[in-house]
């Protein structure tokens, strides 16, 4: 129990140095009135933005609350669920508040920093990204600490073991209010970015020839409140979702293998958050790592940003093995290999992403080629370069769910799937998962700062500050994409690993749901019985059938891989239509507004946020509402098996969709890019302008539908687990 | 045994029509010398594609088939495989090569013909479509009968029931051959054709000004010659392979699922050949009906074409009752449904299809009204579009699977997937696809006119007919778009379903693989133990834990989720590629042979030709070598649970993307026409340049990978089957 405390400090520790580099921030000089100017009105943007988006996700979040504390009067779930359910996504909100609060109050210091050195500019931008690194760790550990320590308090069970599988799946709750609020911040602000993004783009540099973030741009305000409300916000509830995800679904994967061993037990539940823990303090140990001289060139900032992030996540293996031998594992090695495993497949992932995207290799320099041929040939070829890049991703996924589960039970594998063997198999995949989302207070430092540069760039350029702090502001915004590979295939990889946890998160909860509702006897087809109490993971196979053969887990897996492309579809078209909006807007300014072009007139940026927030709001609902509505139609229409397919075929399909449309835009982005740079007749060329149709295109795949997937995967277990009551209950079939 | 007869009849009768309607064809005039002239280039180019496609994939098959032999010496397949296969590629190439030579005899005649009027066209073009249905369903009822009636004479087993069983599990061996061609004519076809369109459109259309066809595009001979060697002979062995395959899996599972009784067992696999010899008769009915007066205008051509399909569509419903009937099923009536809740999901998929495809509606109108603000947004609501209609295929599908299985077991919802449910269950979805595809002999006629059509308004652009004739062919080539969809859909719905039956076969061949290789007895994880030969589909399950927490499904599913997207950009890749060498040729001849766009010199057409066979050569091997390398990959390393994960997850995910791709592809063409036709600005303005953007990714969609992919979930498990030997006793896990 001593080792717990860890996790409360932890968590204070991270709020701390948030606090801190926040502070810090803070001091520095936020440049020119113009600057300020600017800086404010993109704030302001954005948290108007934010607050708006807060209403219509509040009243969602009551609703649902609502429905929880029915289902609870009735006995389908317990009492605590509303109120965990809310504090998740309370969280969430707030951590991507803060995070957001930050980033706008960096991009105006950044631009100025980076007026001194690059270095300046990199230590302001990547401090920020800390920030929101440290508050998102730091309001997860808090969360999970304070819930744990409510529910040891008052939750009373005879049995032992029960009560820790009673806590841990309750606590499961909360994560579906993170996994909700994540879902509404990456799609609402995933659409407003994108439509303002696309906006500009096709305007403003294809038809008025104006260059990026130019402020005679009437969308380009919303472009830089996109960046702040899409790419931060978002992110930032997205990867709390991530890391409480993980650490959750494997604290109750850790209850029911340990149940039959109270010490154990309870070590198994602490083991995650311990890990997630010691990897704060790791963090914050690699965050001062990233520091080096005032005249540093690119390649030894670089230097210096990787060797924060992978002296962390070298330690944490390190230390993974300790950890686990202190909490007593008697397979503690073989448990920290499956950690090991899922490491290293984020980093195949990572590499993977930075061969097809980067215009340093081929993939990405054959697409910017392509653009010779015209938009059509630099679509198919995108297209075809991100299809074939998912190989590299499955193929380590799938590696590293066999070596996780096959080392967590010694390599046992005449037994693979023995009851005994599976709840452990599957909680060293889970752990696998924790260990490449602990050290996320580093990583995600990397990934946020990257958007801080970009409006620090847009700052930048509108204020006029000159060239040379636009060219030092664009190396660190690519310095961002490079350095921020590990984490991004840390974040893809353990999207996969605890879907998977959750799977198994799921069967749980159908077992206690049965025991609630006094369905104490399983009552097999070939007339066997056994107590729900007693059966394990294996058993509940049997006694749902959930084989490949059975027509409803079939189905469930044609309608999850459905699942998936529905919501792409939903998602890309909102994007669509809200960007065809904001040129009609765009083009009247232009037209109906004298002087704009000769900078004689500002154009009405106010509107064209208006615009943003306003379809963003329209559009994000209802995809979001399927992603819970459809989990709980499967449930009530196909039952368990049906669950089970719709998840286990929305994970595999969802997984290889979200890392296609990730990497197609990536590629997209950089062959542009690469264009830009001189090559294939460089800027204004008929090839820059083909290139450019790919670069709008990838967009919403890698800044809206894509992410927003792997939240969806998640969010669909997530919903299945607390509905499992009414699952077992009102099942048709 | 006496009804069995009336296959190889059906056969030889669908035979003599398909000669009848062809030589009734080849009795009309093929027009001017210069229509000859051309038609001959077209022709010829065809053939020698064909040639060497055929020389390519012959040495492919004599491989596989010695590796075959290997592996029958060593008692891991029997001795018939090598034969069945090599046999199964053989026919359906040979479909494709009729198929072909029609077509490409038709396309000058039909211009000629439409010359007369549009009933004339119409009946020439839809005979001759005609032929190529006739063909492929004779040759599929041909080769089933003879290879039937040669196992039933030599093949020798003490036990009735394993007798059939041993001949319906070697007859779907030819099933992979068929699948095997099938693939290479569908992917090489595709390469060839889209490049060759791809190349002339951008060059042409786009970059030159020159119509569709124009004779002084260089790549316009290599475009027509693609419609046939891609649209005509690829769809012949590709519906090949779906008739076949679905009569034998469902031939298969009736063995299997009625071992217990002799009479029914051979009844039950009789069934599956008989709805399909009455379909023949059915559709030969149907194909009559389709005529009307000489004045007709569009409308009586549309009711004529679907008053043939639908006709044989309802009549095969009814007479499916009495077939099921007359063999003595028990649950005759509930099977009989089976099979109609698999047509009116066919139906479905095909009205949905029309819906998000067909100009007549919305989604294909914002398309094109997405064109004002250029191609990114084109492409952007094309995808999302596409994205969004998966859903109705897949709520249909899933639909048709539970109402199949629950009518085939008599909706004994309580013992779901008990042993001899489970097995009546499959049947009953195997049957449901052999409806779909029981009145192929007509629906292929609707689908294969439409690019005999497509070639005959070539040869009347290419020959100087008058607009008046191009005009018409457009109208036969729009109609079959639309006529065809009620084809298309049962084409799809029954791939799904067929791949399911098949997966249900794989366990069979297992079961075979077993005994041959002396296996005898089942040892489970619990200790009990069965005899291999007495153990059930769900005994199988259990023994080799074929349930979804199992790590190896799971990293099952997830591979055979990237393999779709894989093989899809693959796919798209090649096409790019040898897109770019078609317009870097094109290029040139523009630019260095003089008078080219003055109509003074010839362009080099043979050179485009060469460029287009060579590139689908080179590129058709790995998409098509990697569909069947990775199956046997998966077998020797996961064994059985892995491969069922494998062909789960490859048939949810690969459904869904066809389906995705083949609704974008068609959606972006029509969005194009629609233009076209005047609206948003019509011919020429930018609006037309920005949806011409879309076609062009669209080609490749909709005609080279969307296709592919039904074939490829099929041969995936075709392969499995063919390997379960291997799998038995060499995987690694």
Known sequence: MNLFYLVPIASLVALFFAYYFFRNM??????????????????????????????????????LALIFAIMAYFGLQNNWVPFAFLTGGFFSGLAGFFGMKTATYASARTANAAQHSLNKGLQLAFRSGAVMGLVVVGLALLDISVWYLILDYFVDDAVTSHKLIMITTTMLTFGMGASTQALFARVGGGIYTKAADVGADLVGKVEAGIPED????????????????????????????????????????????????????????????????????????GI??????????????????????????????????????????????????????????????????????????????????????????????????????????????????????????????????????????????????????????????????????????????????????????????????????????????????????????YIEEIKIGMMRLGQDILTFANGDTLKTGEATFVDFMNYFQVTLMNPKVIVGIFLGSMMAFLFCGLTMNAVGRAAQEMVDEVRR?????????????????????????????????LPSLLAIAIP????????????????????????????????????????????????????????HKATVVGDTVGDPFKDTSGPSLNILIKLMSMVSIVMAGLTVSWSLL
Chains 1, 2 share one sequence.
């Open 589 to 621: 300014q232009f037209r109906d507004i004298k002087g704009i072009m000769e900078g004689d007139a500002t154009p009405d940026y106010a509107r064209c946020v208006e615009i943003s927030t306003k379809s963003a709001q329209r559009e994000m609902l």
């Open 214 to 285: 130019d402020p005679r741009n009437p969308a380009t305000i919303a472009d830089n409140v996109g960046d702040n409300v899409g790419d931060v916000a978002g992110m930032g509830a997205d990867l709390y979702e991530s890391y409480c995800g993980s650490i959750l679904a494997t604290a109750a994967l850790g209850a029911s293998a340990f149940a039959a061993n109270p010490i154990m037990q309870k070590n198994a539940v602490f083991a995650p958050m311990l890990i997630a823990a010691v990897g704060v303090f790791l963090s914050i140990f």
């Open 288 to 505: 001062f790592l990233v520091r080096t001289d005032d005249d540093a060139d690119m390649k030894k900032l670089m230097n210096a940003l990787n060797r924060g992030v992978n002296v962390s996540a070298f330690l944490i293996a390190i230390f993974t093995f300790g950890i686990l031998y202190l909490l007593g594992f008697e397979n503690w090695i073989g448990i920290s290999f499956s950690v090991i495993s899922g490491l290293i497949a984020g980093i195949i992932i990572g590499q993977g992403t930075e061969y097809y995207t980067s215009h340093s290799y081929n993939p990405t320099k054959l697409i910017a080629k392509s653009g010779s041929t015209g938009p059509g040939t630099v679509i198919i070829s995108g297209i075809g370069t991100g299809l074939i890049s998912t190989f590299i991703p499955v193929v380590a996924i799938a590696l590293a769910i066999m070596v996780a589960y096959l080392s967590a039970i010694g390599f046992d594998v005449q037994n693979l799937v023995s009851s005994g063997n599976l709840s452990m198999g599957l909680y060293g995949i889970g752990i696998a998962a924790v260990g490449m989302l602990s050290t996320l207070g580093i990583t995600l430092a990397t990934d946020a700062y990257g958007p801080i540069a970009d409006n620090a760039g847009g700052n930048a350029e509108m204020c006029g500050l000159g060239s040379e702090v636009r060219e030092r502001t664009d190396a660190l915004d690519s310095l961002g994409n490079t350095t921020a590979a590990t984490g991004k295939g840390f974040a893809i990889g353990s999207a996969a690993l605890t879907a998977l946890a959750l799977l198994a998160s």
């Open 632 to 687: 709980i139609a499967v449930g009530l229409l196909l039952g368990v098996a049906g669950v089970m397919g719709l998840l286990a075929g929305g994970l595999g399909s969802g997984f290889v969709l979200a890392v296609f449309m990730a990497n197609a835009g990536g590629a997209w982005d950089n062959a542009k890019k690469y264009v830009e740079m001189g090559n294939y007749g460089g800027k204004g060329s008929d090839t």
């Open 26 to 63: 803070m001091k520095e000089s936020e440049g020119t009135d113009q600057m300020k100017k600017i800086a404010l009105y993109v704030r302001e943007g954005a948290m108007s933005y934010l607050k708006q988006q807060y209403k219509v996700v509040t009243i969602v979040f009551i609703v």
